[in-house]
């Protein structure tokens, strides 16, 4: 049946539900084999699909798994996803003010792969932080706090893990039909009926432009919707790192700071306009001035922090480390780069700051690469800043001195300063759900 199949796709015709899900169960069973799937996948990413195929490709891998129930959750659950960007620690930061204002969030996040970080790695970082929990222990913590973040488990979608490390090894990973399915199988079968999606676009990001980045969100709102799923995509800048911190630890920090009330202006404002589509898509309120004035309150009035600190130690995490301004263990190196002129910063590569961490170990080039959580960069200065000659404009932390010179070359070449003054971008790009897609 798979020739039929394949033979179909070349001339362009439109698969049915059944051909789709053939292809998804024979795979993910061992009964097609890596050749054939990979002519499958190279079809899409060359010729693409339409949104009923993309359904019936979302839908095929959901089925190869489990649905968590969240039925035993004595509040709504709402999930939230990025695509993957450098210096993203969102969901250390929203995660405890949504729950602390009244939503659930029962959280599954990955790990980093290139240059974008991972949630996991980061939380991690913390000492004891346990990633796993029992289902029972993951319900009961949302139950009782309102919260639990843990790491992807096999158990759902088992489908797209296998599909996507083929995707990977054959370059078929940047197409928008397989990163909209892949996303969302996950989504929906993690249970949350309200679904708020990140998605980032600009050198930093997979979605390098927003053409592809409008496709993506849309594709991925339908999905949401077709599931019975309250779904909402902000598209979001990416053309320099979120805040100023990138490394696992150093991001950790940035949340807590930012959980006190003092956190970078972009991070902020991010996290507040996600943080109020996510009450939105919950129907909490349908007033993003009232979610906006719900986000601060909680922020303000420390009921946010102290939700943290709650969560971290549930989840088994040293909440001492956060005691008396005190910080996470830091790198054994820390080296200071400045700038060689002066101007203004024009343009911040973020794919290399994001590499550079990635270099002094804080990211990982392979899925089996060990991660160093107190690595990374801090920036100094953002897009728009004056600089003086010798102003510092980032900061190494390292714990490997060979690999300082490679981390240090890759930032200096990702700041472009010059004497022209910059416009201030504008972040939050466009807001995508069923309404307008």
Sequence with gaps: MEAEILKKMKVNKVLTKEEITYMVNGYNDGKIDDKVMSKFLMNIKNNGLSYEEVFYLTDA????????????????????HSTGGVGDKVTIILSPIIASSGLGIAKMSGRSLGFTGGTIDKLESIPGYK?????????????????????????????????YALRDEIGAVESIPLIASSIMSKKIASGAKAIVLDVKVGNGAFMKNMDDAVKLAKQMVKIGESAGRNTIAVISDMNEPLGYAVGNALEVKEAVDTLKGHGPADLVELCMELGAQMLIASDITHDRNKAYEMLSSVIEDGSAYDKFIEFVKRQGGDISIFDDCKSLKKADYTVVITADKEGYVHHIQSELIGEASMILGGGRQNKEDKIDHYVGVVLSKKVGDAVKEGDAIATIYANDKKKIDDAKALIVKAFDINNQIVDTYTLIKRIISCKNV
């Design 131 to 163: 990633i796993k929990l029992t289902d029972k222990e993951f319900i009961n913590a949302v139950n009782k706090i309102g919260v639990a973040v843990i790491s992807q488990t096999s158990s759902l979608a088992p489908a797209d893990k296998k599909i």
């Design 61 to 80: 891998m959901i089925k190869t798994g489990e649905i968590l129930s969240l039925d035993k959750i004595n509040r709504t659950v709402v999930d939230k």
